[in-house]
DNA sequence: CGAGCCATTGGTATAATATAACACCTCATC
DNA sequence: GATGAGGTGTTATATTATACCAATGGCTCG
């Protein structure tokens, strides 16, 4: 899941995106494998497509790309597969946008903060520990126990803010 | 807006929520007066029904209630008065429930996080400054602009947690 | 083997959330 | 008294998500 020759983290439009779904779906076999999970085809296929770019993408999106496959898919097929694949950590929902992006960190659990692009759209996980700590701090000072976290952040990719 | 004798951030069962309510319509008065934004009938009833409790309400709700007050209202008539409530900072969206709290701090802009306690729905707002600089620190380590900052810890409040 | 069980899928229907588009009204201003 | 902007009423529809039941297929355990 390299992007580019840079470590940048945010994927540049030149990268190899095959790589990404592949890697993407050689980690999906294999959490899948350790955690007695099964990636049936259906899955698998949802996962693919999520994978497609950088981007969000609607469960309705998902199910129009699944019906042009041949069989035509209705709407519990997506969103069973969708669920089955956020429960497995493999893919992420951002709640902003109601849709769906791929896991960059699929391999171990993680808390993850998600930078969104208003202008293209892309969005990157951001996985810092300091921040999920610091959530749950605050947090605990007030007495709340901290169960799930999802931090959104919504505004301009380095390439979208340099060219405006 | 006091909770109870301690200066808990959670609203305790006791506490005068009344008084919550007026405070939360006088900054409201005030915040609209100060901007040049008019505070309509229905934009000031649906401010208070938000403010009916520290739970988030849904839209469709809203509507039912503003419909037992005799004029049958219609989905447009409370998503604009949300949108305009929204947009002056007296009410948020939260995103993962799709639903709306009132503001606590109206009377000044701030980024602030949402601790959702997921057994009795209380929403409080957390307002720490530390933490939306730290965000936006390490967006722009790799080179994003954050524009808008959507924080939603979901877990139990202390009330919840000491019970179960 | 075969009975029972559970997970998965297929499918219908519907729920829940949100917006587009257009008509009308009111008020401020020119 | 025309004009324009903001607000509201109303109809229709778009978009997102789930409830529910039937059928299938693989699995274990006796």
């Known amino acids: 899941m390299k992007h580019a020759a840079t470590n940048e983290a945010f994927p540049d439009a030149g990268h190899d995106h095959g ?4 890697a993407a779906l050689a980690a999906a076999e294999d959490t899948c494998h350790r955690e007695g999970l099964r990636l049936t085809p259906i899955r698998r296929r949802v996962l693919e497509l999520v994978w497609q770019n950088h981007r969000p993408v609607g469960a309705y999106d998902l199910l129009d790309q699944l019906s042009r496959d041949g069989k035509r898919a209705m709407p519990p097929t997506v969103y069973r597969a969708l669920e089955f694949l956020q429960s497995a950590g493999l893919v992420h929902r ?6 769906f992006v791929g896991c960059s960190h699929p391999r171990h659990v993680h808390q993850c903060q998600f930078l969104i692009c208003s ?6 996980e951001l996985e810092s520990e300091q921040i999920g700590r610091s959530l749950k701090r605050e947090a605990a000072a007030l007495g709340f126990q901290v169960r799930a976290q999802n931090v959104e952040l919504t505004g301009l990719c380095p390439e979208c803010h340099s060219t405006h």
């Open 119 to 124: 202008d293209c759209r892309t969005v990157v």
């Open 94 to 99: 951002i709640a902003t946008l109601n849709a």
């Open 19 to 22: 790589e990404c779904i592949s």
